[in-house]
């Protein structure tokens, strides 16, 4: 069995690594202060389900859930790409994540966003935060056509609406979203 302090040095690795691949400015202490920043600003020291929509490779979540955060996680992603990157990303995240012996607590769902909200009322999953980080203008795209941006606007809230609906009755929805 792993220590904390082992697990985090692990994990601090494989984001450093992934970063560099992706060219993107990330460390485990980007999602660790963005976590805390969380807490200090809820007061809430730890959530028994945290759910990610649009989580990529899932950094956010597993550093959530290793470090005690989150008792488990799921990352909601559609991971469509035409050549297969996003979902390879995922699966080098759940060999990192069995490593960690965290298979248990963290898992992914490969679908869109609405697909998940249609499959999630059936089976009605209460998390204790969902969390969209920089994610909504993915879902819902920037037009240049103003009745397209209002339709898509309309239907954001409509869904964020129906997230809701996925909370515990304590829960909270966190979006961040950054230009």
């Known amino acids: ?35 805390e920043g969380w807490r200090k600003l809820t007061g809430a020291s730890q959530v028994r389900r945290m759910l990610e929509i649009g989580s990529g490779a899932g950094w956010f979540l597993v550093t959530a859930v290793a470090l005690g955060f989150a008792q488990e996680g799921a990352g909601v992603y559609p991971a469509f790409s035409e050549d297969g990157t996003a979902i390879e990303e995922i699966r080098n995240t759940e060999t990192v994540i069995h490593k960690l012996n965290l298979g248990k607590r963290v898992c992914f769902r490969i679908c869109t966003f609405t697909a ?61 979203e950054t230009i």
């Open 116 to 176: 998940f909200l249609e499959n999630a009322f059936s089976k009605t999953e209460k998390f204790d935060l969902i969390v969209f980080r920089n994610t909504l203008h993915h879902v819902y795209p920037h037009s240049k056509e103003t009745q397209i941006n209002q339709e898509r606007v309309s239907k954001c809230i409509k869904d964020l609406h129906s997230t809701s609906n996925l909370l515990s009755d304590s829960g909270y929805i966190y979006a961040m």
């Open 1 to 35: 069995m792993m220590t904390n302090d082992q697990i985090m040095r692990v994990l601090g690795e494989v984001i450093k690594e992934w970063a560099q691949e992706k060219k993107a400015f990330i460390t485990l202490s980007t999602y660790i202060r963005e976590i």
